[in-house]
């Protein structure tokens, strides 16, 4: 068997988010090839070369019905793909690096080119094309020009923009901008809910420790598409600090349970003994879903706690804890095996046995 990879390993190592490939399975662009225990997605070698292919078609301009058209399509020819591809990528270098060499003068000269100024305009200018795929193609070459184009004209950019493709591009471009943390902070009170969500995505893609406080804060917002996206930043941020308020959120039912789950996975042996405390003393729907998390870890040192779950008044919370056994390996089967004869389990539990 080849080399595999999961989710978060595929996520890490293309820059592209774990939503942005678990939509891509939804549509049945990406289908990895197969799926750990704890329902986690593998992807092969072959699941690599579709995914660029996925990308590359992308890179053309193609929208993604159309991408899943053409994959679809027994005539594309795939090397004729990579060769359009190729081709329009060395285009871009080569006027990146002309608009580079322009800068590289200008920045030397004490009496500023005019020419060079245009040229930073219209590089500008094409950040507010009604074409996303123009303005597609400006956020990605921005970050190498940022003596001429500010960061503020990214954010501007960014709270304006509708379509998602393009609004990814401007959050890594303004990842790339030294002050980018400081401003994303300074707008989380922003009145308007949408612009808090892209700050709080925008610091996720950062990474920066110092936005932990910032975005705990962020939970409590009234919009749950804002909390949403603060538990997914929280997660990328990976600060231990806070694990106990994304547990917390356990019991609410405004935070999608594959984005909470896949926040505090990441986390793994530091988050099992506060999701344990959960499944112990949370209310029914926080002790299911703590319940379920523990399998999605694979947390052995959870055993007797899940064990202990078998018993829980919850139909839910029991059915949760089986399975979440099932997913621990041996350990959990040997206490799977208690059950064969429960009227209530005994059936599902043979299975995972």
């Known amino acids: 068997m080849g080399r595999t990879w999961l989710i978060g390993e595929v996520a890490e190592l293309t820059g592209l988010t774990r939503r942005a490939l678990r939509h891509y399975d939804e549509l049945g662009l990406l289908v990895p090839s197969a799926r750990t225990g704890s329902d986690y997605r593998v992807y092969d070698e072959g ?39 190729r081709e329009a990528l060395e285009r871009r270098i080569a006027q990146e690096q002309s608009l580079a060499e322009r800068l590289r003068l200008l920045a030397g000269q004490s009496e500023r080119s005019w020419e060079d100024v245009l040229a930073a305009i219209a590089l500008s200018q094409r950040l507010n094309s009604p074409d996303p795929v123009v303005r597609l193609r400006a956020a990605l070459e921005s970050p190498g020009t940022s003596a001429a184009l500010s960061g503020a004209d990214l954010f501007g950019a960014l709270v304006a923009e509708p379509e998602p493709a393009v609004q990814e591009v401007l959050l890594w471009a303004l990842a790339q901008q030294p002050a980018a943390a400081a401003t994303a902070v300074e707008q989380l009170g922003h009145p308007d809910a949408q612009r808090r969500r892209l700050m709080a995505r925008l610091l996720g893609e950062l990474g920066d420790p110092l936005a932990v406080g910032p975005l705990l804060e962020l939970l409590d917002d009234p919009d749950p598409a804002v909390v949403t996206a603060a538990v997914t930043a929280l997660g990328q941020v990976g600060d231990a600090s806070a694990v106990p308020a994304l547990v917390g959120l356990l019991a609410d ?45 694979g947390e052995v040192s959870a055993v007797d706690a899940l064990a202990a779950a078998l018993g829980d008044p919850a139909p839910p919370v029991r059915l949760a804890a089986a399975l979440a056994l099932g997913a621990l390996g041996e350990p959990g089967r040997v206490v799977l095996a208690t059950l064969s004869d429960d009227p209530q389990l005994g059936a599902l539990a043979r299975r995972l046995v």
């Open 47 to 85: 699941d690599l070369l579709r995914l660029l292919q996925v990308q590359n078609l992308k890179a053309l301009g193609l929208g993604l019905p159309e991408v899943a058209a053409a994959l679809a399509d027994a005539t594309t020819d795939a090397t004729a793909t990579l060769s359009l591809h």
């Open 253 to 297: 039912p405004a935070v999608p349970e594959p984005v909470l789950t896949d926040a505090l996975a990441g986390f793994g042996a530091t988050a099992a003994p506060p999701v344990v405390a959960a499944l112990r003393t949370g209310s029914p729907p926080a002790r299911e879903r703590a319940a379920d998390l523990l399998g999605r870890l």
